[in-house]
């Protein structure tokens, strides 16, 4: 049996480019207060020997783990059965610390204990940062961490945001505008909603920018609510049927709650677009394939991933970021509407 080659030491690489122990640890460590020369000259003798350095030993060093933790606050199932929103959050996220040389660690805490579970993981530095995506309600953990000097971004606008924890989100009120506009031009005058939970922001402000247009079209606001899964879809819209058989159109606040609205419309024999026009809210992939293919407003869900990172990364830099990021929406006409 062939012996297992041994893992170059620090002290060994120290020996082969001639100088100390130390040097070589700074040099291995990122410091800019070692003279070039002998730069170069621990960098070639690590290369020659195939180091790698210790991440329990550089940590200690560093204070740094070089891995920021995503944190989604819902329970397993609801991430898992969402195949569009959730997987593009993290692919953006991914994208961009594996750009910034970073590891990325995927945390869920729809619990009270996973809340905890974060909380001592976060405290005990296996961390550099915390982001935090589909935030519910006044959720104190990201105040809570940033007070103890963690530091975090948030997907979505804090409900309570007095400790001024940086945030990216998209322009939720101008996408909804944009949508109820199209259907007051196209004569739509029986306008319901589905919304979204109203314990999130994008619930929130979505349902508010539907109150304003119709109120100000001098509708009646026609409220059913889901919470951004197909199957409360399809219960909301037979709710809606049910309380006012004549609404000609239905903005909802998720492609997924529509995609089971639609169900329900055609089970109950309502032409799509002909009889009730439907728009709904992120343009995922399955919004191109339903029946009809959804008018939707565009969220760029990637890019928020992409952000949130960014934004952490900049923090982690020592430098200066903007306390939110609003990212704009686009309307994608279809044929539902």
Known sequence: MTAARERPTLEAVARRAGVSRATVSRVVNGSTTVAEDIQEKVKTAVQEMGYVPN????????????????ILPEMPNRV???????????????????????????MLAGSTAGHSRVERYAMAGHVDGVMFASMHGADPLPAALAGLGI?????GRPLQNNSGVPYVDVDHIA??????????????????????PQDMIAGIDRLAAYRDAVVADGQIPRVAYGDFTRESGAVAMRELLDADPDIDAVFIASDLMAHGALRTLRAA???????VAVIGFDDIEIAQFTDPPL????????????QIARQMLIIL?????APAVLLPTDLILRESA
């Open 55 to 70: 991440q329990a030993a550089r940590s200690l060093v560093t204070q740094r783990t070089d891995s920021i933790a995503l």
């Open 80 to 106: 898992f059965s969402d195949d569009q929103f959730f997987p593009g959050i993290i692919r953006g996220v991914s994208q961009e610390l594996e750009a910034g040389d970073r590891q990325l660690v995927l």
């Open 151 to 155: 530091p975090v971004v948030c997907s």
């Open 175 to 196: 996408g909804v505008s944009s949508a109820m506009d199209y259907l007051l031009a196209a004569g739509r005058r029986r306008i319901a909603t589905i919304a979204g």
């Open 269 to 275: 024999g309502r032409r799509v677009p002909d009889d």
């Open 295 to 306: 008018t939707t407003v565009r969220q760029p869900i990637v890019d928020l991933g992409r």
């Open 317 to 321: 830099a020592g430098e200066p970021v």
